[in-house]
């Protein structure tokens, strides 16, 4: 006899594509797809009108407003107080599912708290990453988020190791997946150049980077050795190199280093190195112009300094673009140097400006990547990563 689906929340702080934003979304249309019930809860900010891309999955949003000025500490407290609040007054947070599973440390904790008042039984939690935060309310909620579930997941064995480490969580991998329909190779060079004309980058050598301008995706190394490939990224391939830098959209306030990146921009430009427009930064951006975009590249620059998986790359090598990242252990999980990716060591922006010029103008090497790209992308795949996240579920239904 076929077991009886489960009910499941899953909550997430955010409708923008970040990454445990697009890890709700397709989990969950994973988990209906293999029969279960699926409800999003999200915080939205006034103005927005649901997720940066359509789903069928319903939805309940929580109107939180954004104040400028406002304290990180503070701003975190009253998105808890917001997800409480909402939860409490709804009728069904605690009967109505089988399982509350949170996406992130705001979510979490105020699950945690309805958990204490008798409002649900059991809280899941997945930690993507963990953030360095200095403040010590954010230290302590982030704590609380992870120590204080019933069962935490982790996407990748390098934050279990860590996790293990620094707060001693038993926590169990299910890794993320890709969704190989949506993001798929353009058939060849041909309507690669036609992708580029759609998203206005005709005759242009795209790098893109996605995840907007922040420090853990070190964009002032990126910019740096951009600036350096650019000499000859131009002569070889007799194109305009242009970075595309797409995303952005945060809870973090990141002005004093998004100031900072400016700042060098202006003085590569005043200095010749770099055309005004060879830097492009559309922010966040709709999901079929993030798929034109990842056909349209010649090479995904992705130097993160800490991650918790990195969807963006998965997507890149699905869509058939060479991937340059780094040399860092959760990424040395699933990418081996040469073979599906080029790793350079993250502080090094010599070594990340010859690797982007090797990726893009070596077509052999770029052949070679795509094709390991490829091949890696698909053995990653949602369905079987819902199918993992149900086997946990119902290990808890066990009484």
Known sequence: MAEAPLSIALFTYSTRPRGGVVHTLELAEALVALGQRVRIFALEKPGRSGFFRQTDIPTSFISVEEFPNEEMADRVARYIDAYVGFLERDPTPGGGFDIHHAEDCIS???LIRLRATG?????VRTVHHVDDFTSPSLISCQHDSIVGPDT???VSDWWRRRLAED???????VHNGVDLERFSPARDDVERAAERARVGLADSAVVLAVGGVEPRKNSLVLLAAFARAVPELAARTRRRPVLVIVGGDTLFDYRD???AFDLDLERLIAAGRLEPDAVVRPGPVEDDRLQRLYRAADVLAFPSVSEGWGLAILEAQASGTPVVTSDIEVFREYL???RDALLVAPDDPTALSQAIVRSVADPVLAASLRAGGLATAGTYDWRSTARRHIDIYRRLQTP
């Open 167 to 173: 707060y001693a969580i038993d926590a169990q991998i």
């Open 257 to 259: 280093y998004r100031a």
């Open 108 to 110: 979490a904790n105020a």
């Open 119 to 123: 409002h649900l039984r059991h809280v």
């Open 336 to 338: 081996v140097d040469g």
């Open 152 to 154: 935490v997941l982790v």
